[in-house]
Structure formats: structure tokens, C-alpha cells
């Protein structure tokens, strides 16, 4: 349509329905407050008409309409922002005599409809209310009305707009059903803003579930951060509030404003937003992905793999810490995977990249579940690190905290006035050990939320595997509270039978959907069949984190070698129970914060034994069943506890440093340890059955030593000897396994104690031959010579 300029007026489109001007300050509103008029006063009319008019005309012959007038309650419910449907009195309505067209246009001075048959001047009735009666019924012959608006504000420059208030609704009943039921699995893409062109019109499609609200209205930089004239419309029972605003594009800022039944006025950010403002701003940002993706052929791989039966091996760290002067996603994909990749890593685990407002609760509270962080870039820039990591062969696992989610009033606490994605009773809400809340798992929408938030990442960021949080706390009703301070489930029972539903369908549905992505329960309990598959009754983990083997085996470790053969079990036990389920052995972040010490560190002795310590227990744990991670820092051996402002201590590994060569040393071994391990199917192929598994000599004690032996599904094996005492022992006999039709021959293939890695340089430089001497309950034996506080590896020459 081409516009209609009055005279001496020049018309510009611009990308929203009430402009900000660029030089005044945009300003996000504090929360909460009590509602309230919020449109400013209009000025004064002109003698003998509306601002800038002329008695009973306007200048250019654009006759004014006859008013189209809504009662004053209704207009005093819309200006207030507590409609439910404001499209059923804005935009153009068939009414008798014609087409009521009525716009909310606060601060305009003028508001012109231009249609088919010339423009016409609409009538303010208050508040920012224009009204209008067009003779006939000429704007529905051909569907939808079909019409423009010129918006004069106080600079007296007409603005054209469309009008969002013509638009259907943007979500299907389809959508509505489904959220409903909270079986929405691509819910991201019903609720949250959504730039889309709707009859021709390009905008931005805005909705948001808020069942308890009075009233919900838009907010943002492209308003003043003032509502009034975006109210958004409730879709029924469905507690869905929805909008679309022509003009708006990528970047625009906002928030929903939420006026709640009793009275308080909330400004939220969107809990689907898949952009969100840097903090510390709390903006959501309206985004859309153009990324290509690069990496077909990883997915494809992916797809086909059983990671019980596949090697992994992972490198844990914190986006924003690990290389603080790598201030981007973009910036760190240029150099994460090739240090990954150097190191013989198989997977990445990322501390949560979610938005969270507080960057010392290193994302483990997060504000905005769809989106990632800003502090590092954008959504695409995200994908570009994912992408580049599997281009290098990297998997990428990402932390995920389904479990509680803080209290800042911008964000999920209290979000339409009321409990919403938290239980209403506070017993089970508060969360206390963290000062955060507990999610309502018993509601369908908020199961939702959570299910279709977990498909979301490995859909649409491709993510390889979700490490979820806290599941313990999420289990059990009574979690770090005293007896009072909870209510037990229907049964009596302390279990939280809903939080094991949500699970059990989180799992079961990021399975279906996304081939060869795995799921690890950080769960620290005795919880029964954590990775049993759902259909048997378990939760439906891929992995778990073995919290027992890592506590155990530190206390162990911690212990002067002198007293170690009293707590031999501490390092033994976990094969106990090893089977019960799917493990990957964790030396994680948690282990190397608040007064915990850095690994090295927890070991006992001067320095040369510490790092023997350290590079002895990285042996064991390389070769124990279960997959392994490794915290950022540790991999080098540096010696103080993690620092979220400031990362790993780079600077011992400069060669100015007095002791580089002992961290580099270190580092060395575990490229070493990831390479054999990769290459030696006996370490991953059978982690999850006794059959890859047999003691030769787990008893022991008073000489700290332990030797066991790994088998490989084709039944080929590998032999670990830990010495966990200072003494070198030569001569020592191990029981070896025998092999058919082969030379009996075995070859040191890992030493911890190697002078590479910073050792003495003790062990056994050739191949030893197997004698025919029963030993360990094998049917050969051979002499070893075992260096102090240290593991060998043993493979078939």
C-alpha cells in the first residue's frame, strides 16, 4: 500500500509500534509496584480541535471519523492493563454502520487509518484511546482488515505503522492443547518471541504462560519501557498470554509486565526468551538463528554410538574462567578444541551456560533456561563452539539445573503474582541449602518446561549430553531439612515421587528424540536404578557420577602412606558395587573449591610426593571401570583451589616458572593416559559388566598395593599394579593372564613414574615374559619392578 502524507509531512516506517527516541534513556522499570495509570498526560488541545487540527477537519481535507467509543470501564481495565482481551476492542470490528477501528496509541498526538478508499483521521476518547467509524464493511470483503496507521508524535512527524491489534492469534489450538497437557516438546517454539511474518506483515510474535495474571502487557527499549499500549491477550484456559507486534526485528529488548490479582505490577523476563540482555541487565532479547551447521558428519556418528561400550574421557571446565582473556565463545573456539584434542580429551563438559544473574554462583542458578549466557556472545556464537569442537571430534556435555532456580524478582519466582513453576507450600519450595527454590515438578506445564528445556539443547545446539544437577536434593522431600520442615509423599513415604516422574520422562524423551546423546545424574545417594532404563522402572540415566569412588578413593589418597594400609578399603570398595550402575568417576569442581584444595594438593608429603600421588592416582582411575573427568587445572597439577575470577594457574606452566617441568610433566601423563586409554578397548568396552573386570590382588594392605586386571569384549586384557607406598619393589610377582597362542610376553605401556612425567624413571624398560607360575588366581606370573607411589599399565607385547 503506498502511504498518504498529509501535506508538508514526509512519512518514515520504522520498526515499531511506539518509537524511543535514541537520545533518551531507556529504562527498565524497578519490581514490583503497585498498578496504576502509567500513560502520560496528552497535551492540551489546540483551539477547536485535537492538538496540530482545525475546527471540524484536519489540514490536507483528511476528514476526521465519527467517534467508535468503548465504555469508560473498558477503557479504564485496557489503559490499566488488566484486559483479557484487548483485541476484542482494538483493531477494526464490524459493528452496525460500519467498521470500528480503535487504537492505544499513549503520547500520540494524532492517529491517522489509512485504507483502500484515503486516510482518515481517528478521535482520542482517553488514555490514549483513538476511535473511528468507517462507513460500511468494506475492510472484511477480502478476509482480514487491511490497514495502516499514521502515528504523529510530539516531533509532529507522521510514523506508519501496522497495527498488531488486526492479527489472529499466533499459536494454534494445536499449540494450546498440547501445552496444556504439558506434552508441548518443542514448546520453545510456541512460547518465547518469535520474529515471523503474519499476512504480510513482518514482526514479532510475543507469548507467555501466566494462568494467575489480571492483565499481561509488553515492555521493552522499542516503548519506553512502558506497556500501555501492548496489552497482550489471554487465550483462554490455557493460561497463555499472547501478542504480535509489527516491526519489531532481532535485538529488541523486553520484558512482560505482569499485573497480578492482588494488585502488584511485575516486570519479568521472558522464561522462554532464547536471548537474554548481558548482565548484570535482565532484559530478554528477541533472536533468531541463522547458523549453518558443519558437522552432518559427527551427528551421523553420533547417532550410531552406544556410549556404554565407547571410550570418554572428559576435560570439566567454566566457559567464562578457563581462559579469561578469551572473552567470547568465538574467541575460546579457536582455541578449546585444539587443546582438547592435544590432550587426548574425547568429550567437554561446560559448567552451566544457561543465563544467570550472578556470576559467583558459576551458573548454577540460573534466570533464563533457553538462553545462553551473553557474557560470551550470542546464541549463534554458542553453536559456532559446539560446532567447531565437533568438527575437531570433541563431544560437548553441558551442565543442566532442573532442580532449583533462584528467587530474583525479574526471573521465575513468583512470576504471575503467585507460586507458578514453585510449589505453593513453602516446605517444599524453599530450598535450603542454596536460598533458591524448588520447581514444582507435580504441574504438567511446569514438567513441561523442563522436559521440552532439555530437548531444546541437544536440538537446537546439538548438544552431546546433559550432566544434571543435584538430583539428590531433587529426590528426596526431606533433602537438608529437619524433621518439621517437610510433608512426606501420599504413601508417607520421603521420596519425591513426582521429581522421579519428571526424570523418568525427561529421559525417556531426550532418548527418542536425539540418538546418541546420554544423560549423567550427578546423585550421591542409594537411589535404586538411577540408570536402569525407564521401561524397567529406573530413572533412565545414561551415567551416573560415582560420588562414593571419589570421596573413598581421596580419603585413601589423603592419608600418609605409613597409615594407608588402614583405610585399604577406602580404595577397594567402590568395585563392590561398581556394577549396580552406569559410572563415570569424577574429580570435578566441587572437588576443588571452598577449603577442598586443589588435587595435588590433597596429597600427602613434600612436592616430589605429591605429584607422584597425584600422577599415581590418575593411573588408578584411568583404569578403573567407569568413564572419567577431569576438573580444569588438575590436568596440570596446579596447586591452589579454583577461582571463578580468575581460572587455572596458566602461568606454572611458562617456562620462567621454577617448577613448569613438574605441571608439564603432569600434563604430559594425561595426554599419555587418554592416548593408551583410546587405544586399549579393555578400558571402555565392558565398563558396565563384571566381565571386563577381575582382582589379581586387591587384599594387599600392608604393602599399599592393588593389581587388577581389565578385559576387552574380545577377551583381550590389560593389567594396572598400583603402588601407594613410597618403597620401590623389585621383584614383585603378579598373576598375568594367559595368552592363547601368543608369546607370553608383556609390555610396560604407562608409567606414572616415568621421568617424562616427572618421576625417577623406575620400572621395567623391556618386555617381561610370563612364567608358568600360578599366581593371583592366574595361570602365569611374572616379576615386576613397581617404582614408589605409582601405576603401571601391563598389555600383551
Known sequence: MTPIDPPGRTTRTVPATFLADADSPQREPASPRRAGPRAAARPAPAPGGEPGGVPGGVPGGVLRLPEAPLPPSEVDRLVGGQHHDPHALLGAHPVHGGTAIRVLRPFAERVVVETAHGPAEL?????????????????????????????????????????????????????????????????????????????GVSG??????????????????????????????????????ELFVPGLAEGTQYKYEIHTRQGWVLDKADPLARAAQCPPGTASVVTSSSYRWEDDDWMARRARTSHHRAPMSVYELHLPSWRPDLTSYRAIAEELPGYLKGLNFTHVEFMPVMEHPFGGSWGYQVSGYYAPTARLGSPDDFRHLVDTLHRHGIGVIVDWVPAHFPKDDFALARFDGEPLYEPADPRRAEHPDWGTLEFDYGRTEVRNFLVANAVYWCEEFHIDGLRVDAVASMLYLDYSREGGDWT?????????????????????????????????????????????????????????????WMHDSLVYMSKEPVHRKYHHNEITFSMVYAYSENYVLPISHDEVVHGKQALVSKMPGDWWQQRANHRAYLGFMWAHPGKQLLFMGQEFAQGSEWDHEHGPQWWVLDEQWPAAGDHLGVRRLVRDLNRQYLDAPALWEQDTTPDGFRWLDGGAAEDNLLSFVRYAADGTPLVAVCNFSPVVRHGHRVGLPALDGREQLWEEVLNTDAETYGGAGIGNSRPVKAEPVKWNGQPRSAELVLPPLATLWLRPA
Not at 222 to 234: A, V
Open 204 to 241: 514479532t510474535a510475543f507469548a507467555v504462560w501466566a494462568p494467575n495474571a489480571a492483565g499481561v502487557r509488553l515492555i521493552g527499549d522499542f516503548n519506553h519501557w512502558d506497556g500501555t499500549g501492548h496489552p497482550m491477550r489471554s487465550l483462554g484456559s490455557s493460561g497463555v498470554w
Open 123 to 199: 478521535t482520542h476518547q482517553q488514555g490514549g484511546l483513538f476511535t473511528g467509524l468507517l462507513a460500511g464493511a468494506e475492510l472484511y470483503e477480502s478476509g482480514p482488515a487491511d490497514y495502516r496507521l499514521l502515528v504523529t508524535y510530539a516531533d509532529g512527524e507522521p510514523v506508519a505503522q501496522y497495527d498488531g491489534y488486526r492479527t489472529p492469534p499466533t499459536l494454534g489450538e494445536l499449540d494450546l492443547h498440547l501445552i496444556a497437557e504439558g506434552r508441548h516438546e518443542k514448546l520453545w517454539q510456541a512460547l518465547g518471541s518469535h520474529v515471523r511474518t503474519v499476512d
Open 488 to 548: 512426606p509423599n501420599q504413601y508417607g513415604g520421603r521420596e519425591n515421587l513426582d521429581a522421579a516422574a519428571f526424570l523418568q520422562e525427561m529421559n525417556a524423551t531426550v532418548y527418542r528424540r536425539c540418538p546418541g546423546v546420554v544423560t549423567i545424574a550427578e546423585e550421591s545417594t542409594a537411589w535404586d536404578g538411577v540408570t536402569r532404563p525407564t521401561d524397567s522402572g529406573g530413572l533412565g540415566f545414561g551415567l551416573k557420577w560415582n560420588m562414593g
